[in-house]
């Protein structure tokens, strides 16, 4: 019997660019929201508005995330530009999101791709200001969405340049100590911290300034500090996780392995595995078998418990490939993947084990997920 189909995380609105985009079910809390808090505020600017306020307020939040969407675009596209495979962008409730595939990234690169985004709503916002000097200022439902969406790009390109994570100028300042002191984890935490105290300044702001008896301006302030506190401390939970990996990478990590045909027999594996032993220091590690086709190329990982118990009559007509746990073709991970590129890879695809291979392509060991996850919790 199966279970219930998993929930869908929104509707999905296609590809742009190569990229997939889906729109969140939370992405229409916040339109609401927006309808609700801004309608009062257009009709006491506009009073001539009317109902058309209730339209001008809906307009901004389909137009706000059109701006969000560009914003996502550019950091997907100038991601891909430094070979940075791109998943799919999700706009949601306080924004969007966009998810990369494994990364090999520097810092120059990290810096760039997340300077992109803020540099588009800041044209937006430069564009709408000039359109709006050429027109003439009026309660017409056209002004005041430009109107809206101007001033919301400025403040949109400004804050995201905040020098604090989760925000992107947060990764900028990430980038910066990481290329200074030559570890992400450390830049990660830098900007960690420097994001909390942002998110903790916005709330002192809101009080000091009285701000907080503006409803619109409270609602969206709280929201802003309290997601900006939540991933700066996921950022330091994974700052902390990448510190344990830091110089280490998917080679320097694995079981040091042998490539067996996978049409050998168990007879033939151990006598591999003699030879491979033969002429090395005593008390060397029996290395892991990965059993490899010519034509497939990596089949599966020697199961010790099974192969130890098959009868020495019966190894010569046991295949190697009956006693194997099987490989899937994307659990292979490069030697020399490491720290969040390596954490990224292994979190996207959940696989019991990994064979790890050199820039050549030789088999070079394995990588249990178990081990690394006693690795990674100290």
């Known amino acids: 019997m199966s279970g219930p189909a998993p929930r869908s995380p929104g509707i999905p609105l296609g590809r742009i660019g190569g990229v997939a985009v889906t729109l969140s079910w939370s992405w229409f809390v916040i339109a609401a ?56 962008i999700v706009l949601t409730l306080l ?8 990364v090999r990234t520097t810092p120059l ?32 439902l056209g002004w005041v969405l430009l109107d809206l969406t101007t001033w919301a790009n400025l403040i949109v390109g400004v804050f995201n340049v905040l ?12 980038a910066l100590v990481w290329a200074a002191t030559g570890r992400e ?11 909390r105290a942002l998110a903790a300044g916005l709330l002192v702001w809101v ?12 609602v969206v302030t709280v929201l802003v500090a309290v997601f900006m506190w939540q991933g700066a401390t996921a950022s330091l939970r994974q700052a902390a996780v990448l510190s344990r990996l830091h110089g280490l990478t998917a080679g320097s990590l694995a079981r040091t392995a042998l490539a067996v045909d996978a049409r050998a027999s168990l007879a033939e594996t151990d006598r591999r595995v003699l030879d491979w032993l033969e002429g ?46 099987g490989v899937d073709a994307d659990a292979v991970l490069a030697a020399e993947l490491g720290e969040e590129a390596l954490l990224r890879a292994v979190a ?31």
């Open 163 to 174: 020098p604090g994570l989760p925000l992107d100028g947060g990764r900028v300042v990430e």
């Open 109 to 140: 690169a990290s810096a760039v791709v997340s300077l992109a985004g803020p540099a588009v709503n800041l044209a937006l916002a430069a564009a709408g200001w000039a359109l709006l000097r050429a027109a003439d200022p009026g309660p017409g």
């Open 33 to 88: 929201v927006t309808v609700l808090l801004y309608t009062p505020v257009l009709l006491r600017a506009y009073p001539g508005m009317g109902a058309l306020a209730y339209a001008a307020a809906l307009g901004f939040a389909v137009t706000l995330a059109l701006s969000v969407l560009l914003h996502e675009l550019a950091h997907a596209w100038t991601g891909r530009a430094f070979g940075w495979p791109t998943g799919r």
């Open 348 to 378: 996207a695809r959940p696989h019991p084990r990994w064979v790890v291979t050199a820039a050549d392509g030789a088999v070079v060991g394995v990588l249990e997920t178990a081990a690394l996850e006693r690795r990674l919790t100290g």
């Open 207 to 218: 009080a000091a300034t009285g701000a907080w008896r503006h409803a619109p301006t409270l």
């Open 280 to 325: 090395r220091a005593p008390g060397t590690a029996v290395p892991q078998v990965v059993a490899v086709d010519p034509d497939r190329g990596v089949v599966g990982v020697l199961a010790a418990a099974a192969a130890d118990a098959v009868p020495g009559p019966r190894r010569g007509e046991t295949p190697l490939t009956a006693v194997v746990h």
């Open 95 to 102: 924004g969007g999101h966009t998810h990369f595939g494994e």
């Open 185 to 195: 984890s450390r830049g990660t935490a830098v900007a960690a911290w420097t994001g």
